[in-house]
């Protein structure tokens, strides 16, 4: 996984908290990939923005499900999470956040990220400072109905004439 790619959903993850895009992101990525399969760390990653869309928009079940989902597909086939940009506490965190969730409200997660990505984040802002920065992050939480609520609200006619399309050549075959 190439560190534009990464930097890119690092950004949506942490700075603009679009976890919708995150999933569409990594999604992307990879799909694009030669041959991939459900246990792709990209996989983990659009589980991890998945989960982190349910539980800010309160449906507990779907995030739960998300993030033990990640976490079997690490469990099953570890990789090393700093591939990723992510330090190997993570994982800890995901499963602190499992057993909290039905106890604490939503709050954006502090991403325990590898020095490479906070520092790519930190040169693509406007802060002065690294202590600005960090203070920012630790209090940012996105709550725009826009971006809370991305995939009820987002165009899909190009997604309906693809499925429309997709039913009737199996119905010609």
């Not at 999604?27 to 694009?32: C, I, L, R, T, V």
């Not at 630790?138 to 997709?166: F, G, P, S, W, Y």
């Amino acid at each position: 996984m190439h560190n534009t790619l990464l930097h890119h959903f690092y950004n949506m993850l942490i700075i603009e908290q679009d976890y919708f895009e995150c999933h569409e992101i990594m999604e992307d990525a990879w799909k694009s990939k030669g041959t991939f399969t459900k246990m792709d760390k990209e996989v983990f990653l659009v589980l991890i923005a998945t989960a982190e869309y349910h539980y800010r928009r309160d449906n507990l079940n779907g995030a739960k499900r998300s993030y033990i989902r990640a976490l079997n597909i690490f469990h099953s086939h570890p990789f090393n999470l700093n591939s990723i940009g992510l330090k190997e506490s993570f994982i800890d965190l995901i499963g602190e956040r499992i057993k909290e969730i039905d106890d604490a409200p939503f709050k954006p997660l502090s991403y325990p990220i590898i020095d490479s990505v906070f520092n790519a984040l930190y040169e693509a802002s406007d802060f002065d400072s690294i202590t600005e920065f960090e203070s920012y992050l630790n209090e940012i939480h996105i709550k725009n109905h826009e971006t809370v609520h991305r995939h009820k609200i987002r165009d899909r006619t190009d997604v309906i004439e693809e499925r429309l399309m997709a039913l009737n050549r199996k119905k010609r075959d």
